[in-house]
């Protein structure tokens, strides 16, 4: 079992609508989550970080972490054409692990 | 600010020949450095985690003697990939952390090595 699995996507949303994206972890001890987001040909950069069970909300984003459940997950609402990427999920207890991804296309 | 850098952003090279990659963080010292190698319309694949001053710990599958990591301060990793072949060519992207083991780290540009 992979320690991070994306299994949704690829995910299309037209502009202005909200893209909801999905991550379970196995490694209970994992104590910190992270969302990525990736452009074509470019390497990852930071977007969330959720240390908590609840919500965190910064600017059009919101991370949730459920840790009883094993689950993070990213809201992107009022979604823009520039937010058409791939977007990462990781954890981290120590080394940090990536899921596959879930790639979005926001339509115009 | 977290910056860092990697270097060279893309390289070509012949096959059977030595490469080596840097990455450095610029305004922190990095705790811990990961690599990571990318192949086309997949995720990050983690080759090996280091720490300043220890032996990088390598995942499951990868050569150590194929992929020599070194590890030399708190602000500079290198990954020679070495005797290359076309099968290496792959994105590389190192990744730094500055704080403690559960805190984010902060990606280089990456690497696209071209083994011909």
């Known amino acids: 079992q992979k320690e991070v699995e994306q299994n949704s996507g690829p995910l299309s949303v037209p502009e202005g609508a909200i893209a909801s994206l999905n991550c379970t972890y196995s490694?209970?001890?994992?104590?910190?989550f992270f969302w990525y987001r990736q452009y074509s040909g470019k390497s990852p950069e930071l977007i969330m970080s959720?240390?908590?069970?609840g919500d965190k909300e910064d600017g059009r984003f919101t991370a949730q972490l459920n840790k009883a459940s094993q689950y993070v997950s990213l809201l992107i609402r009022d979604s823009q054409p520039s937010d058409s990427a791939t977007y990462l999920c990781?954890?981290?207890?120590?080394?940090?692990?990536f899921g596959a991804g879930t790639t979005v296309t926001v339509r115009a | 600010g977290a910056v860092v850098s990697q270097h060279p952003s893309w390289v070509i090279c012949k096959s059977g020949t030595s490469v080596k990659i840097e990455c450095r963080s610029l305004?922190?010292?990095?705790?811990?450095m990961f690599w990571y190698r990318q192949f086309p319309k997949q995720s990050l694949m983690l080759m090996a985690t280091?720490?300043?001053?220890?032996?990088?710990?390598?995942e499951q599958g990868v050569e150590k003697d194929k992929f020599l990591i070194n590890h030399a301060s708190l602000t500079l990793s290198t990954l020679t990939v070495t005797s290359a072949h076309p099968e290496d060519s792959s994105f590389y992207i190192c990744s730094a952390r500055k704080g403690p083991m559960n805190t984010e780290a902060f990606f280089g540009q990456g690497t696209r090595l071209t083994v011909v």
């Open positions: 490694d209970r001890g994992s104590q910190s």
């Open positions: 990781a954890s981290t207890g120590g080394k940090l692990s």
């Open positions: 280091s720490n300043e001053g220890s032996k990088a710990t390598y």
């Open positions: 305004d922190f010292q990095a705790t811990t």
């Open positions: 959720i240390y908590s069970n």
